[in-house]
Structure formats: structure tokens, C-alpha cells
């Protein structure tokens, strides 16, 4: 077999661009929102015990539900989007009466979308968003702590 230093060379150069491209295929199209926590996890970040996630409809697979398997213990959603989600929660809280409060640590940038009485987590990670929100009634700071450990356990498998 014939070699020379230029073609070595391109071939090399393709195999890394090829392989930088699949890898951002990958990471920007998560599809599988009950595929990125646990029951288990959830259940740790809620402290209650949780169901098994389920999709709003068979075909619709980036929104998933944990509810907790007792009355009145609350429910999970993790909603995987593009960057449209984050944008448009930034655009939201604009208009006064929902607020958005910057978070550190998570993902690329990150904030808290809601009221004194109700908050939801938004992540952006690379050209993906996706929001975590926990529904129980408890006061907002239990709801948010939650929503970080989920957030941080989704945002590295993206």
C-alpha cells in the first residue's frame, strides 16, 4: 500500500471531523426524556417514593412524569427542548409578574423560571434546553433545591 505524508494526513483530519460531528449529533438530539433519571433518583431528589416515568402520549417521548406513589406527595416533569425553551422562559419572566434568578453550576447558564409559590428549573447545555419541575406543596425553596440535584444529574449526559 501507497502512502504519502498529505494524504495521511487528510484521512487523519477526517476521521476527527467525522468524529466531532457524530458526537454533536448525538448530544444535540436527546429524544427519551424518562431515559435521563430514575425512579430511584427522583425519589432520593423528592423524598418520596416515585412511579416508574411516563410519556403525555406514546409518541411524544421528550416530556416525562414521575408522580409519587403516594396521595399527595407531588410529581416530577423533565422536558427535553431545543434552545427555543430557554429563550422564551428568559423572554417570559420580562414581563414582571414571573421572575427568572440566574443559577450557577449547572449546565452552560441556567435559571429559575417562576413566583414565590411555584419555580421550575431551565437549563441550557451546548444547542439543547431542558427544564426540570417538581409540583408539591411544599414551600419553593424545597421545590428548587430538588430541581438542581435532577438538573445536575441531567445536564453531564447531554
Not at 17 to 39: E, Y
Not at 43 to 62: E, H, I, N, Q, R
Amino acid at each position: 500500500m501507497l502512502s504519502t505524508p498529505g494524504l495521511t494526513v487528510r484521512v487523519i483530519a477526517c476521521c476527527i471531523v467525522g468524529t466531532a460531528i457524530a458526537h454533536t449529533a448525538i448530544a444535540a438530539t436527546p429524544d427519551d426524556a424518562c431515559s435521563f433519571l430514575s425512579p430511584a433518583q427522583v425519589s432520593a431528589a423528592l423524598g418520596v417514593s416515585v412511579g416508574a416515568g411516563t410519556y403525555v402520549t406514546p409518541a411524544f417521548k421528550k416530556t416525562c412524569t414521575w408522580s409519587a406513589t403516594t396521595s399527595g406527595g407531588g410529581t416530577v416533569t423533565l422536558n427535553l427542548q431545543g434552545l427555543e425553551l430557554y429563550e422564551s422562559g428568559k423572554k417570559t419572566a420580562s414581563y414582571g409578574r414571573i421572575s427568572a434568578t440566574p443559577v450557577s453550576g449547572i449546565g452552560d447558564d441556567a435559571y429559575y423560571l417562576g413566583t414565590d409559590k411555584l419555580a421550575s428549573l431551565i437549563v441550557k447545555k451546548g444547542s439543547v434546553a431542558f427544564k426540570v419541575a417538581v409540583y408539591a406543596h411544599v414551600p419553593v425553596e424545597k421545590q428548587q433545591a430538588a430541581e438542581r440535584v435532577l438538573a445536575m444529574q441531567v445536564a453531564p449526559q447531554l
